[in-house]
């Protein structure tokens, strides 16, 4: 698995220009299995995806193809973890760490 951090960059103003397509690669993840979470940073500062995949070249591919990336609305910080550790009610990730 996979928390990606989408922290604006120099072209945050333009972030109205592109969301439409910034919303519908977050909703295709959602429809490919990918997107597990998604969530706006308290801060403002941006946001915070957590993603299922175990090749990390897959998941950098997709992360490439979010306007927001493609146009420096925001820069991506991808970290592959393994849960070790967690509530009954999301053993279905225990298949990801398999």
Do not use: C, Y
């Not at 959602?30 to 998604?38: A, S």
């Amino acid at each position: 698995m996979f928390i990606i951090t989408l922290s604006f960059g120099e072209n945050r103003a333009s972030a109205g220009q592109w969301m439409e397509g910034h919303k519908q690669w977050i909703a295709d993840g959602f429809d490919q299995g990918i997107v597990l979470m998604v969530g706006s940073l308290a801060d403002g500062a941006g946001g915070l995806l957590l993603v299922r995949g175990d090749d990390r070249v897959v998941i950098e591919q997709w992360v490439a193809r979010d306007p927001f990336l493609e146009h420096d609305v925001v820069h991506a910080s991808i970290q592959q973890f393994t849960a070790n550790s967690m509530v009954s009610e999301l053993d279905f990730l225990r298949e990801q760490a398999a």
